[in-house]
C-alpha cells in the first residue's frame, strides 16, 4: 500500500459519533481524498450528460440500441470473470439498511446474499453513514452481539458458514456527502465515501475470510458510467494492493437508459462483473422521469396495476435474464417487498401467494436468485428456485435465445391495459408523505400498508402525481387529475394521520414538513431529477 499524504479532508458541521476515528482514520480520508481529487471531475461530466440525453429524449420520445457500439453487442466472444465461489450461488438475496439489529438479522437470514444498502434502504445521515460502515467491519470481525434495550432480546451472529454473502450498495452518482469536503469546500460524492471507507477497511478483511469487496452499483444510466466505476476499482485495487479481479459488481439495471445498454455495461466491467439486477420501482420511475413530456402513450397506471407480466416489463426481464446468461452473469430478479403481518393470517395467505408466484416466474424464466425485503420471505423464494436449480447453483447455462426484444418493445408503455385510478392518486400521495416524513427521521426502509418501502417507493409514487397532473389525466369517475386535487387529497391524508397516531405524536414527527415537500417535488413545473436531493437538504 502507498503510504498516504495527510488527507486534505474536513468533516463539517457534524456532531462527533462513537467509534468514528475507526472509520474515519487518516488512512482512510486520504484513499478517499484521493478517489475524490482522480473521479470526481468525470463524474461531473457523466452527470451533466445524463441531462443532455434526457433532453435529447424531450425532443424524441425514443430511445434505441446504440449504434456506436454494435460491434460490442455482435461479439459473441467475450464473457465476464467467472463468478467466485462466495457469488456462485445466489439464489435469494435479501435488501436492508445496515443498522446493528438488521446487520444481525439479514447476515443470519437463511439467504445467500446480503445487499447491504447505503443507497435506498437508508436516509444518509452522518449518524448512518459513518455507523454503518462500523457495524459491517463488527460483523466481520464478529464482535456484533447486539440487545435491543426496549424488548431486551439478544441477536449474535450463526456460524460464519450459514451466513449470507455480503454485497454492499454504495450511493448513487447524484447525492453528494456534505459532511466531508476537500478544500475547496467540495463536497465528496457520496458513492466515493461508501466505496471508499468500505473497501479501505475491508477488502483485504474480506479476502482473508474467502469473499472479496462485493458491490451493488445503483442508478447507472449508461455504459459510460459503468467505466468510471471500473477505473476506480482498478485504481482501488492497485492502492490498497490486493489482486486485480478481487471486486466484484452487479449493476441494478433500474434506468431505462441502462437497460438499452445492458451488453456494453457488462463489457466495461468484464473483469469485474458478477451480474445485473432488475431493480422494477426505480425502473418505473425512470420511464416517467424520462418520458415525462411524452403524452398519453407514456402515462403509467398505479404503480401497482404495473405487474412484471406487463409487456414492457417481460421485456426488460427477458432481455436482462439473455444478456446476463449470454455474457456468463447472474441475472437476479426483483423485489418481494411485502411485510408479514402478525394481526392477520388471511393478509399473509394472499400476500405469500404472490410472492410464489412472482418467484416461480422469475425463477422460470431463468433468473439466477431474486430479492426479499423480510426474513419470513426466504425460505417461500427459496422453495421457488430450489424447484427450479435442485442443486445447480445458477442456471446461467439456459441462454434464453428464444428472446427478441425490439427497441420499441421497452417502452410500449401503451401496451399495458390499465388506466390511473383516482385511488392510485390517493395511495401515492399517502405512501409519499409516510415515507418521506420516516426518512427526514433518518430512516430509509420503512413498513407501509404491509410493504416494505424505500425511496423508489416515494420516487414513483410523487413522479406519478406529477405525470398524471401534467398529461391531463382524468380518472374513472370523470375527475380531472390537478394539482388542487393533489392538495386536497394530501391534506385530508395529513389530517387522517394526525387522527390515527394522536397530536402527540404527531407534532414530534415530521409530518407537515413531508407534506410540503411531497407537494413540491410532485406539483413544481420544474420536475426535480431525484426528490432526495432536495430532502437531503433538510436531513439532519
Known amino acids: 500500500m502507498s503510504a498516504p499524504a495527510p488527507s486534505p479532508l474536513a468533516i463539517v458541521d457534524a456532531e462527533p459519533l462513537p467509534r468514528q476515528e475507526e472509520v474515519l482514520t487518516p488512512a482512510a480520508l486520504a484513499f478517499v481524498a484521493e478517489l475524490h481529487r482522480r473521479f470526481t471531475p468525470r463524474r461531473d461530466e457523466l452527470l451533466a450528460r445524463r441531462a443532455e440525453r434526457r433532453d435529447e429524449i424531450a425532443r424524441t420520445s425514443t430511445l434505441d440500441f446504440l449504434p456506436e457500439t454494435a460491434a460490442i ?75 435491543d434495550e426496549r424488548s431486551g432480546k439478544s ?10 454473502t455480503v454485497v454492499m450498495r454504495p450511493r448513487g452518482w447524484h447525492l453528494n456527502e456534505r459532511h466531508l469536503t476537500d478544500a475547496d469546500g467540495t463536497p465528496v460524492p457520496g458513492a466515493l465515501v461508501d466505496f471508499g471507507l468500505y473497501f479501505f477497511h475491508n477488502a483485504q478483511r474480506l479476502i482473508d475470510l474467502g469473499k472479496g469487496p462485493y458491490f451493488y452499483l445503483p442508478k447507472t444510466e449508461s455504459h459510460l458510467e459503468a467505466r468510471l466505476w471500473n477505473e476506480i476499482f482498478v485504481f482501488a485495487q492497485d492502492y490498497v494492493g490486493v489482486p486485480q479481479g478481487t471486486v466484484r459488481a452487479t449493476v441494478l439495471i433500474e434506468t431505462i437508459t441502462a437497460a438499452y445498454e445492458m451488453e456494453e455495461i457488462l463489457y466495461e466491467l468484464r473483469d469485474h462483473a458478477s451480474g445485473l439486477n432488475a431493480g422494477r420501482w426505480d425502473y418505473l420511475f425512470s420511464i416517467v422521469k424520462n418520458f415525462r413530456d411524452g403524452g398519453q402513450k407514456f402515462v403509467l397506471p398505479d404503480r401497482n396495476l404495473v405487474t412484471m407480466t406487463a409487456p414492457f416489463m417481460r421485456a426488460y426481464t427477458e432481455l436482462l435474464v439473455r444478456t446476463c446468461h449470454k455474457r456468463g452473469a447472474h441475472a437476479i430478479g426483483g423485489m418481494a417487498a411485502f411485510i408479514p403481518s402478525r394481526k392477520d393470517a388471511e393478509v399473509n395467505k394472499v400476500a405469500f ?23 419470513d420471505l426466504v425460505p417461500i423464494a427459496l422453495e421457488s428456485f430450489d424447484k427450479v436449480l435442485g442443486t445447480e447453483p445458477n442456471q446461467k447455462g439456459r441462454l434464453r435465445e428464444d428472446v427478441s426484444v425490439a427497441p420499441g418493445d421497452l417502452i410500449a408503455i401503451d401496451s399495458l391495459d390499465a388506466r390511473p385510478t383516482y385511488d392510485g392518486l390517493v395511495n401515492a400521495v399517502q405512501v409519499g408523505i409516510r415515507y418521506i416524513e420516516a426518512w427526514l427521521r433518518g430512516l430509509g426502509a420503512v413498513a407501509i400498508f404491509n410493504l416494505m418501502e424505500d425511496a423508489a417507493t416515494a420516487e414513483i ?45 404527531f407534532a414530534a414527527g415530521k409530518w407537515q414538513q413531508a407534506h410540503d415537500l411531497l407537494l413540491q417535488v410532485s406539483l413544481d413545473a420544474d420536475y426535480a431529477d431525484f426528490l432526495t436531493l432536495p430532502a437531503y437538504e433538510q436531513l439532519r
Open 461 to 505: 409514487s410523487r413522479s406519478q402525481i406529477w405525470q398524471w397532473i401534467n398529461a391531463g389525466v382524468i380518472f374513472e369517475d370523470g375527475t380531472p387529475a390537478t394539482a388542487d386535487l393533489a392538495r386536497e387529497v394530501a391534506a385530508a391524508e395529513l389530517a387522517a394521520i394526525r387522527a390515527e397516531i394522536g397530536a402527540e405524536a
Open 353 to 375: 401467494e404472490k410472492v410464489r408466484a412472482d418467484k416461480d416466474r422469475e425463477a422460470g424464466d431463468g433468473f439466477d436468485g431474486s430479492w426479499v425485503a423480510h426474513p
Open 155 to 164: 441477536y449474535a451472529l450463526k456460524d460464519a458458514g450459514e451466513l449470507a
Open 73 to 147: 453487442r455482435a461479439d459473441d466472444s467475450w464473457t465476464v470473470a467467472p463468478a467466485p465461489a462466495a457469488l456462485n450461488d445466489r439464489r435469494v438475496e435479501i435488501t436492508g439498511p445496515t443498522d446493528r439489529k438488521m446487520t444481525i438479522n439479514a447476515l443470519n437470514s437463511g439467504a445467500k446474499v446480503w445487499l447491504a444498502d447505503f443507497e435506498d434502504a437508508s436516509a444518509p445521515t452522518w449518524e448512518n453513514v459513518i455507523l454503518g460502515q462500523l457495524n459491517l467491519g463488527d460483523a466481520y470481525e464478529r464482535r456484533i452481539d447486539f440487545t
